[in-house]
């Protein structure tokens, strides 16, 4: 692996700097150094040399695990204004050995896409399943942010279509509602919900394009509706939920639901949905369909 080292112009050491970028900076630096510190030659496979008269690792140690130049690397613990590319960033977190929580927090102070991103922890605590089977007979789901189902209780299991019967590559919301023909059926705003749907799904989407999983996503969602692709390439964004959903259950009828969502991971990482009645009535049908799903 060559050396890699960053520049910078005229042009970007006179222009004006935002303050927050500046602060940015000095906190990416501080939290490149205090990781620099705490590790020691021998954790890293390095001979221990002669008396330290600092803690840990020496810049151009870490320099050279990362195959970046001296001088760069002494920049960004300077919190110079240098480029970081995300490959760059990618070298200095192994070589520092991070773990994902701290590589996390690198990317994010250096506003960078990670090319290698750590997957939202999926799984769902024996609290929050017992959680959401304590709310039933309200229909409640946990998500990630590519809308795959990853727990549910049983009156959301019938609530759109029979999810145990549908094989766990399939439990996605998104691709439910274009592909499952009983899901599409209970929409009762189809064409309303499916562009809403895209729209907060390519907002979720920002941080995430570049990820495996999220590409292979959207790649079939292309390759098998074509109106998905013709919603998705609006491009359009939204964050939203409209106050009262409205849905069409094969076994009681028309039922009207708000939907409170609760996010139990940040950026966009688990997130809870609970449906509640918007009516008497819907109560009721709630009732029926959960002793219809036991």
Not at 143 to 162: I, K, P
Request: contains cysteine; proline residues 7%; glycine residues 4%.
């Amino acid at each position: 692996m060559g050396t890699m080292t960053a520049t910078t112009t005229t042009a970007d050491a006179e222009a004006p700097e935002a303050p927050h970028l500046a602060a940015r900076r000095r906190e990416l630096a501080e939290f490149v150094r205090s990781r620099r510190e705490r590790l020691t030659p021998e954790a890293v496979g390095l001979p221990p040399g002669r008396r330290r008269r600092t803690p840990g690792l020496r810049r151009e140690e870490v320099a050279q695990l990362a195959s970046v130049g001296v001088s760069w690397y002494t920049w960004l613990e300077q919190a110079r204004d240098i480029t970081v590319s995300p490959q760059v960033l990618d070298a200095i977190a192994r070589a520092l050995r991070l773990d994902s929580s701290e590589r996390f927090h690198l990317f994010g102070l250096a506003g960078a896409v990670d090319p290698v991103p750590r997957e939202a922890h999926a799984d769902v605590s024996p609290s929050m399943r017992a959680l959401i089977k304590q709310v039933e007979p309200f229909p409640a789901s946990i998500q990630n942010c590519r809308y795959d189902l990853l727990h549910y209780n049983r009156t959301f299991s019938r609530l759109f279509t029979d999810l145990d019967a549908l094989p766990p590559s399939d439990r996605n919301c998104m691709w439910l509602a274009f592909m499952d023909p009983d899901w599409g059926r209970s929409l009762v705003e189809r064409r309303e919900v499916l562009e809403q749907m895209v729209a907060n799904f390519r907002n979720l989407g920002t941080g995430h394009f570049e990820e495996p999983q999220w590409r292979a996503l959207v790649d079939r969602l292309l390759a098998a509706s074509p109106e998905f692709g013709e919603i998705w390439a609006r491009r359009d964004v939204a964050d939203k939920v409209k106050p009262i959903k409205m849905f069409r259950n094969r076994d009681v009828g028309i039922v009207r639901l708000h939907a409170d969502r609760m996010w139990l991971q940040p950026n966009g990482g688990m997130r809870m949905t609970v449906y509640s009645p918007a009516d008497d009535e819907t109560a009721e049908k709630l009732e029926r369909l959960y002793r219809l799903a036991v």
